[in-house]
């Protein structure tokens, strides 16, 4: 299992947007690092909301888990695309969010991995009330099938910065995963 032993976003520009947008930016930090142990207080001291680590870079998830609670942030877990979210399912119940990759993480521009969808629509039918984020090639074309499947957290790089209007996209992809919500709540 390899992930990068370097940080693009690294606590220092946490800090300074921090600074800049006050209190009300909800930071959630991806940590597709080697050791995510090592950024844990440094993330909290910096101003992130949620540490989101890959179960795949850790020999014990409960431990960082309580680390980050510890340091005053959410807990995302999240898992690369050849991991069964049954690996995942221990963890459920102590985590705020479940990331599932819908590419192999290190690259922008990625083509969506729609195979992906089963183990996001396994996570909501198991655990209704957790939030779960997918990320990965996700934009216009993907979104329905992202949001039909359960997810109701998005990434989404590319499709917006792309786009000749980023605010439109921006709105259809949260008004795609709000409509999916609200028919998941009504069909309960």
Not at 3 to 26: A, C, M
Not at 72 to 83: C, E, Q, R, Y
Not at 101 to 115: I, L, Y
Not at 122 to 142: A, H, K, M, N
């Amino acid at each position: 299992m390899h992930f990068v032993p370097n940080i693009t976003f690294g606590h220092p520009v946490v800090e300074s947007l921090r600074k800049q947008l006050g209190q009300d930016p909800f930071f959630d930090m991806h940590m597709m690092v080697s050791r995510p142990e090592q950024w844990v207080k440094p993330m909290a001291v910096a101003g992130a909301n949620q540490y989101t680590f890959h179960l795949e870079s850790t020999e014990n998830p409960g431990a960082l888990i309580k680390d980050i609670r510890e340091n005053g942030m959410k807990v995302g877990l999240a898992i690369k695309p050849g991991t069964t979210v049954e690996y995942l399912a221990p963890w459920a119940n102590q985590i705020d969010m479940a990331l599932v990759m819908t590419v192999e993480p290190g690259f922008g521009g990625q083509k969506f991995m729609e195979d992906m969808m089963p183990k996001v629509h396994w996570l909501r039918t198991q655990f209704p009330s957790l939030d779960i984020e997918v990320d990965g090639g996700v934009g216009p074309d993907t979104i329905h099938k992202c949001a039909e499947a359960g997810a109701n957290m998005i990434v989404s790089g590319s499709a917006i910065m792309r786009s000749d209007d980023p605010r439109s996209v921006i709105n259809l992809l949260r008004n795609v995963c709000s409509e999916a919500a609200q028919k998941r709540s009504l069909d309960r």
